[in-house]
């Protein structure tokens, strides 16, 4: 699909674009600091933080979009994952399996979303991950205090055959295991040559050759 750029970004509130993604649907869903868009190929929607309308979005501050497998639509915002509903041209929040003291300091902020093989959405937060179940509910998979290191933000995922790899601003690049165990780690010292404090790893992809990128 061809986006006609020049006029499409000038229609934009803001040229601080966070994330771009192409649902099946064909629409271009453009995530920004200042709200969510979405682009047809007729017309720009814009979507917003609105506390008087129950179905708004949570954040006007998107940071991730992802589709999966069965056609959900996914937006992590600094308020959560929200999904959208085309029915009433809305959003609602999912929601964690269990509220704990721990999983509450960190579950409002997503920082990546990505979608799996196996149609397991992982959710990057600052400090821990989390998956999405089958029933579209989130659940803690590992933080930073039971994994013995600071993890940072979590800001992206990756798989191949060795399983699913998370990109971290402190730890850097965990090899886990289905369930969310660390079964490796290379820290972002052996990534970057003469990293230091102020190195950031900020993604993470696998190309067509089936290697493994940083950024």
Do not use: C
């Not at 601080?16 to 099946?24: A, E, G, I, R």
């Not at 308020?79 to 721990?102: H, K």
């Amino acid at each position: 699909t061809l986006f006609p750029y020049t006029t499409l970004f000038r229609s934009l509130d803001s040229t601080t674009v966070q994330s771009l993604y192409v649902s099946n649907a064909g629409e271009l869903w453009i995530g920004m600091q200042e709200g969510l868009h979405a682009y047809t190929g007729t017309g720009l929607r814009r979507y917003t933080a609105d506390a008087s309308r129950p179905n708004s979005i949570s954040s006007d501050w998107i940071r991730s979009i992802v589709e999966t497998q069965d056609g959900l639509l996914l937006i992590g915002t600094l308020n959560g994952v929200n999904a959208y509903d085309r029915e009433s041209d809305g959003f609602y929040e999912l929601q964690w399996i269990e509220r704990t003291d721990q999983s509450q300091n960190f579950a409002r902020s997503v920082y990546s979303l990505f979608t799996d093989s196996d149609n397991r959405v992982w959710v990057g937060h600052d400090g821990a991950f989390s998956i999405i179940d089958t029933n579209r509910n989130l659940s803690t998979v590992i933080d930073g205090s039971s994994a013995l290191v600071d993890i940072g933000l979590v800001n992206g995922f990756a798989e191949n055959s060795d399983g699913i790899w998370a990109i971290t601003s402190e730890a850097g690049l965990l090899n886990l295991s289905a369930s969310g165990k660390v079964r490796q780690r290379i820290s972002k010292f052996t990534l970057f040559e003469d990293a230091g404090p102020t190195v950031q790893p900020t993604g993470i992809f696998i190309d067509s050759t089936g290697l493994l990128w940083e950024i």
